[in-house]
């Protein structure tokens, strides 16, 4: 389902920021003007990936380096443990006019 997470000019350009929907945490970050989405919640060990650093399109987890792609929450790096893990999830962004919603 649909849900508003917020206005445009909560989610500058270039940086990061975690919601709550429909019971998910969801990490937004805009990158070159436009939204993406991935489950903020490490797939590792449940660290948030918000209080992590963005580095182009790439999140790394503060609590042992795993790296995910904020636009496919794809694995980069495995964490520093060399534990295997998953992707992220992703969701899909939707803007309307000044409304960001996300499909959760
Ligand atoms: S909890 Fe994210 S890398 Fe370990």
Redesign the pocket.
């Known amino acids: 389902m649909e849900v508003k997470i917020g206005k445009l000019s909560d989610f500058p350009e270039g940086k990061m920021k975690k919601v709550f929907a429909q019971g998910k945490e969801l990490l937004v970050v805009n990158i070159g003007g436009n939204l993406y989405s991935i489950d903020d919640i ?6 948030s ?1 918000a209080d ?1 650093f963005l580095r182009e399109e790439v999140v790394t ?6 790296q995910f792609n904020v636009k496919t929450g794809a694995v980069v790096q ?4 060399g ?1 295997d ?1 998953e992707s992220e999830p992703t969701f899909k962004i939707t803007v309307k006019g000044e409304e960001v919603f996300a499909e959760v």
Request: glycine fraction near 4%; charged fraction near 15%.
């Open positions: 490490c797939t590792h060990e449940e660290c990936l992590g987890c503060p609590c042992h380096l795993a495995r964490p520093a443990t534990a893990i």
